[in-house]
Nanobody, 125 residues
Framework: VQLVESGGGLVQAGDSLRLSCAASGLPFSLYAMGWFRQARGKEREFVTG????????FYVGSVKGRFTITRDNTKNTLSLQMNSLKPEDTAVYFC???????????????????WGQGTQVTVSS
């Protein structure tokens, strides 16, 4: 199984970025997907998740209204559109896959089975 993130970079506050995660080696449509992030010196935190069908996204309060998670089960890809970025969004972003067909995506890291290597997002003020 491979999850490969891309799209990170250095942007200014207020800018947008779109992260992508390409999945291979797993039946993608049977997995809930999530994005986590880890800032330097902090624990990894859940940001957003989406159920296997793509119909039920969930966002933590700090990104709700600014970030949008989507998935394409025909292309085995997961995306995260990040708008109105803030310096506090600076972190390494990880995509993760959880074998889960419930309508509510998992929100805890231990519930995820596979992880990508991460992509750095840096937002300058």
């Amino acid at each position: 199984v491979q999850l490969v993130e891309s799209g990170g970079g250095l942007v200014q506050a207020g800018d947008s970025l779109r992260l992508s995660c390409a999945a291979s080696g797993l039946p993608f449509s049977l997995y809930a997907m999530g994005w986590f992030r880890q800032a330097r010196g902090k624990e990894r935190e859940f940001v957003t998740g989406i159920d296997w069908s793509g119909a039920m996204p969930f966002y933590v309060g700090s990104v709700k209204g600014r970030f949008t998670i989507t998935r394409d089960n025909t292309k085995n890809t997961l995306s995260l559109q990040m708008n109105s970025l803030k310096p506090e969004d600076t972190a390494v972003y990880f995509c993760a896959a959880a074998y889960d067909q419930r309508s509510d995506p998992p929100r805890v890291a231990t519930e995820y089975d596979y992880w990508g290597q991460g992509t750095q997002v840096t937002v300058s003020s």
